[in-house]
């Protein structure tokens, strides 16, 4: 039946359309036995003519409807067929009038049926409203038109067409029935069987959710702990590096009064800035008179390291000391000059010559030093 939607995407639509066509023609076909037991009962006179002529409508609108539906235009298929299902009864009802009209009431439910279980709620409402509307305002106005349909007013008894009518309306309300019963059914089904696979879906993500959530708390933690272990070990390499530039500079007391400040491998900022604090700290501990600067261990004096000798030579007289430089090797002592920095203190060869000469300058230091305790 895909056929009858080729122009449709609406996936309803397509399932609806058999449905749809079957009703349609159980519509028409009533539609004819109508005519046929109008024609017999009231026989071929004007008085048939109001409700034939009503049967033959309800039948053109309902094929109608079945070529609008293999078109492809649904609203249309249903809207076509209830507007001439409503305008014949109310053709019927005007000409007839109450309480002649009655029996053809009952048709007004298939419309209504047919729009609600076919499209939204708002046409529902427009054909049931027109339905309400058509019913009340004839039997407003049926004195007044009374006299003007005096001339195809039907017999008295009606009960042929009646029961005719309920069978008919019967038979179209079955088909309607029938036929989206399944459907709603299985739509029904298939809804449930969505609801849960969502609810399965659902718990599954929950689940996933809850997993990811406990792995991702476990690795936060495992994160938070390298970040602690790092920042112990940093706060560790800190300490480690303060330890070895402390030790890079050491200042040792050699004699009383005096103190010894020996320079090893390459001196950068960093270094200088640890020696010069260190010297100034030990001169002040030690109340140190002389300082020796031992340079034996520096390969290259540059002038950084010139100016750096002097700075802490000077940092250290306007402490009241004086500073001695040792180890100054040939080669050094080229540079020194070629540079054109003037060393302002005293020199010696080796920290033995410094010491003797100390020795000779101090001995009462000295013996009390070498005087055993």
């Given at each position: 039946m895909r056929q009858f939607l080729i122009a449709s995407t609406d996936p309803i639509e397509r399932r609806q359309a058999p449905a749809l066509q079957m009703i349609l023609i159980a519509i028409s076909v009533a539609a004819l036995?109508?005519?046929?037991?109008?024609?017999?009962?009231?026989?071929?006179?004007?008085?048939?003519?109001?409700?034939?002529?009503?049967?033959?409508?309800?039948?053109?609108?309902?094929?109608?409807?079945?070529?609008?539906?293999?078109?492809?235009?649904?609203?249309?298929?249903?809207?076509?067929?209830?507007?001439?299902?409503?305008?014949?009864?109310?053709?019927?009802t005007v000409i007839y009038g109450y309480p002649a009209a009655t029996p053809f009431l009952p048709v007004?439910?298939?419309?209504?049926?047919?729009?609600?279980?076919?499209?939204?709620?708002?046409?529902?409402?427009?054909?049931?409203?027109?339905?309400?509307?058509?019913?009340?305002?004839?039997?407003?106005?049926?004195?007044?038109?009374?006299?003007?349909?005096?001339?195809?007013?039907?017999?008295?008894?009606?009960?042929?067409?009646?029961?005719?009518?309920?069978?008919?309306?019967?038979?179209?309300?079955?088909?309607?029935?029938?036929?989206?019963?399944?459907?709603?059914?299985?739509?029904?089904?298939?809804?449930?069987a969505r609801e849960r696979e969502l609810e399965q879906l659902r718990d599954s993500l929950e689940a996933t959710v809850s997993e990811r959530t406990a792995g991702l708390q476990e690795a936060l933690r495992t994160v938070e702990q390298r970040e602690a272990q790092l920042q112990q070990a940093l706060a560790d390499l800190q300490a480690s590096q303060a330890t070895i530039r402390e030790l890079s500079a050491p200042v040792l007391p050699v004699l009383p009064g005096v103190l010894i400040a020996p320079l090893v491998g390459a001196i950068d900022e960093s270094r200088a800035t640890v020696f010069v604090a260190n010297v100034l700290r030990a001169v002040e501990r030690e109340r140190a008179q002389q300082v020796i600067f031992d340079v034996t261990g520096v390969p290259l004096i540059d002038t950084q390291v010139a100016r750096m000798i002097l700075q802490a030579a000077d940092a250290v007289r306007l402490l009241g000391a004086q500073v001695i430089l040792v180890g100054i090797r040939p080669e050094v002592a080229q540079t020194v000059v070629g540079l054109g920095v003037a060393l302002d203190m005293k020199t010696y060869a080796d920290l033995q010559q410094a010491i003797h000469a100390l020795s000779a300058a101090f001995p009462a230091s000295v013996n009390r030093l070498s005087r055993p305790q």
């Amino acid at each position: 039946m895909r056929q009858f939607l080729i122009a449709s995407t609406d996936p309803i639509e397509r399932r609806q359309a058999p449905a749809l066509q079957m009703i349609l023609i159980a519509i028409s076909v009533a539609a004819l036995v109508a005519l046929i037991v109008f024609l017999a009962v009231l026989g071929v006179n004007p008085t048939s003519g109001v409700p034939a002529g009503g049967a033959v409508l309800v039948m053109l609108t309902s094929l109608t409807g079945v070529a609008a539906l293999r078109r492809g235009y649904f609203r249309l298929a249903v809207l076509v067929p209830s507007a001439g299902l409503i305008v014949a009864v109310f053709f019927v009802t005007v000409i007839y009038g109450y309480p002649a009209a009655t029996p053809f009431l009952p048709v007004m439910f298939i419309p209504v049926i047919l729009t609600g279980l076919l499209i939204e709620t708002r046409p529902l409402l427009l054909i049931a409203a027109a339905s309400a509307l058509i019913t009340a305002a004839i039997f407003l106005v049926n004195p007044v038109i009374a006299p003007f349909t005096t001339m195809v007013q039907p017999p008295g008894d009606l009960t042929i067409v009646a029961v005719a009518l309920f069978l008919l309306v019967l038979f179209v309300v079955t088909t309607i029935i029938a036929r989206f019963g399944p459907v709603l059914r299985q739509s029904l089904i298939a809804a449930l069987a969505r609801e849960r696979e969502l609810e399965q879906l659902r718990d599954s993500l929950e689940a996933t959710v809850s997993e990811r959530t406990a792995g991702l708390q476990e690795a936060l933690r495992t994160v938070e702990q390298r970040e602690a272990q790092l920042q112990q070990a940093l706060a560790d390499l800190q300490a480690s590096q303060a330890t070895i530039r402390e030790l890079s500079a050491p200042v040792l007391p050699v004699l009383p009064g005096v103190l010894i400040a020996p320079l090893v491998g390459a001196i950068d900022e960093s270094r200088a800035t640890v020696f010069v604090a260190n010297v100034l700290r030990a001169v002040e501990r030690e109340r140190a008179q002389q300082v020796i600067f031992d340079v034996t261990g520096v390969p290259l004096i540059d002038t950084q390291v010139a100016r750096m000798i002097l700075q802490a030579a000077d940092a250290v007289r306007l402490l009241g000391a004086q500073v001695i430089l040792v180890g100054i090797r040939p080669e050094v002592a080229q540079t020194v000059v070629g540079l054109g920095v003037a060393l302002d203190m005293k020199t010696y060869a080796d920290l033995q010559q410094a010491i003797h000469a100390l020795s000779a300058a101090f001995p009462a230091s000295v013996n009390r030093l070498s005087r055993p305790q």
